[in-house]
């Protein structure tokens, strides 16, 4: 199907999480967790506002598509819901979930934190 599709990963997330455990650090890990899930919960809620489909959210990653060019307004609320993470997520657009996902892997690579393509 045609649309516009957003793939949203974080970086570094699971190195964060083992380094919590180790440490045994219950409350910082707790706080990680609850602003992951709470950024997920609030891009999913805003998608379905926009009219679009959230085809897949769990653990640090959310993929979304729309039939209209909402992309910025999901990452602005991702990367405002995140800011106080010490880690960076990195997000792929693209006009298809392939393209979403081969513009994701692009960001993660060159640590751009965004990337976009549309013609495949």
Do not use: W
């Amino acid at each position: 199907m045609k649309g516009i599709f957003v793939a949203i990963d974080g970086d570094s997330v699971g190195k964060l999480i083992e380094k919590l455990i180790l440490d045994e650090d219950e409350v910082h890990l707790n706080q990680v967790s609850k602003t992951i899930q709470r950024a997920i919960y609030r891009c999913s809620e805003r998608s379905v506002a926009l009219g679009a489909e959230v085809i897949f959210g769990a653990g640090d990653n959310v993929l979304i598509k729309s039939d209209q060019s909402i992309e910025q307004n999901i990452i602005d609320l991702f990367i405002e819901e995140t800011a106080n993470l010490p880690v960076k997520f990195s997000i792929g657009v693209g006009c298809s979930m392939t393209n979403a996902y081969l513009s994701l892997k692009i960001a993660k690579i060159r640590q751009t934190g965004i990337h976009r393509i549309y013609n495949y």
